[in-house]
């Protein structure tokens, strides 16, 4: 057993607690009282060899794929490789063999193709919470836009975020995303997030047009997020793994204490705990 793992097998759930690992870009572990979510996990150097040097990873992964043993549920926003990364979730899914992945209905023949049953893939619906069996957590799906909020009718909404209330926490992962014409008010009819581990990496032309890369929110749109919709903290993400793709945390930084100053927010490092416990 790996250390990392060794070390979330031991770490103990008190009430209104969860427990974060960061595994990298925008990748966590989450641990409540009755088990433990894998949610966009990348944790190969897939994407650099898929599309060249320029996708080179800045570090090592802080947990082999194959040694995700306990994973209950493994969660996906979209089928990004750096979100859907299939030299991770194969060895995933063979190694937590009860595990079920939540995903959008864009993401399901690429399991399928990855050797992982139909019948361990969920395709929740949007905005409407749903109860995931053996737990006691409720899990409503928020579209994202990357950087349109995309819809087909047999699909569904491409881009997924998760809102998952456990424990008496209420953590908001959004995968990919920018705000879009609706979002804001969107958040506003859901539950407060306690937590919210948004992509921070910014967007600008060159590196859209040199790499490809789909952007995500500026420093000062994740500052006004959190302040106006009062999240207790921010978890700025996406922002780690690639540094060609990652803007300097000074700039996140300073977007918070110009528009937020008293916000509270935390930067995970790759195989770091944060242990939040939700105050009175």
């Known amino acids: 057993m790996s250390d990392l793992i060794a070390h979330m097998q031991r770490t103990q ?26 949610i966009d996990p990348c944790l190969s150097d897939v994407v650099r060899e898929q599309f060249g040097d320029w996708w080179q990873r800045a570090y090592d992964p802080p947990l082999l794929p194959e040694e995700i043993t306990n994973a209950d549920y493994y969660l996906i926003t979209h089928e990004h490789l750096d979100h859907l990364d299939p030299l991770t979730v194969g060895p995933a899914a063979l190694a937590s063999p009860e595990a079920r992945f939540i995903a959008p209905g864009w993401c399901v023949d690429l399991l399928v193709g990855l050797g992982i049953e139909s019948r361990r893939v969920i395709v929740p619906p949007v905005l409407e919470p749903i109860h995931l069996a053996g737990t006691s957590l409720t899990l409503t799906i928020i579209p994202s836009a990357h950087y349109d909020k995309e819809f087909d009718a047999e699909k569904g909404y491409r881009w997924f975020g998760y809102l998952i209330e456990w424990n008496g926490v209420t953590f908001y992962h959004a995968g990919d995303t920018i705000i879009y014409p609706d979002y804001i008010e969107t958040l506003k009819m859901l539950p407060t997030p306690d937590l919210a581990l948004m992509p921070v990496n910014g967007r600008d032309y060159y ?27 921010l978890i700025p993400g996406h922002n780690d793994l690639y540094p060609n793709n990652a803007i300097p945390n000074a700039q996140i930084v300073a977007a918070l204490e110009t528009v937020a100053p008293r916000q509270k927010y935390k930067f995970l490092q790759p195989g770091e705990l944060y242990y939040y416990v939700k105050g009175a």
Do not use: C, F, H, M
């Open 207 to 233: 590196r859209e047009t040199d790499a490809g890369a789909v952007g995500n929110l500026l420093p000062v749109e994740a500052a006004r997020l959190a302040r106006d919709l009062g999240w207790d903290t």
């Open 13 to 38: 759930i008190i009430p209104n607690s969860l427990a974060i690992w960061g595994l990298g870009q925008i990748g966590v572990a989450v641990k409540g009282p009755e088990g433990i979510l894998y």
